[in-house]
């Protein structure tokens, strides 16, 4: 092999060492930020409660809402749950490291109930909302 091939080969490695410690600083903050917009929207309420949030956001007549927990990172229980008043809920249930959701549902003039749960910390709208 001539120097030029080695010399081709050490720069692609490097390259590629480069974008993979790029992607590792990045990553995180990446994903951060597609859980905070991963409904579209504005966002319209945000409901803190000890252990996350409820987040709502609003796009024409739909409603879009997700829970993100205080400390991100490490796969814990989790939920989310919009129901419009005449309707069953939208539910997200399970372990998740980032977010619970989205669950999206039509509105309209109607009034919701919002529920999020993040381990042991909960909330809950405690009766129909207008948003």
Known sequence: MDSGAIRRRGVTLLSVLAASGLLAVLGPAAEAQAASSSCAGRNIRTF??????????????????????????????MMVSLQVRGFEPVVD????????????????????????????????????KRF
């Open 48 to 77: 803190t409660f000890s252990t996350g949030s409820v987040k709502v956001y609003k796009s024409g007549n739909y409603l879009c809402a997700l829970t993100v927990p205080k400390n991100p990172g490490a796969r814990r229980q």
């Open 93 to 128: 249930k399970g372990r998740f490291a980032r977010h619970a959701g989205p669950v999206r549902a039509y509105v309209g003039h109607r009034t919701v109930w919002i529920k999020g749960a993040v381990g042991h910390g909960s909330y809950d709208s405690g009766g129909w």
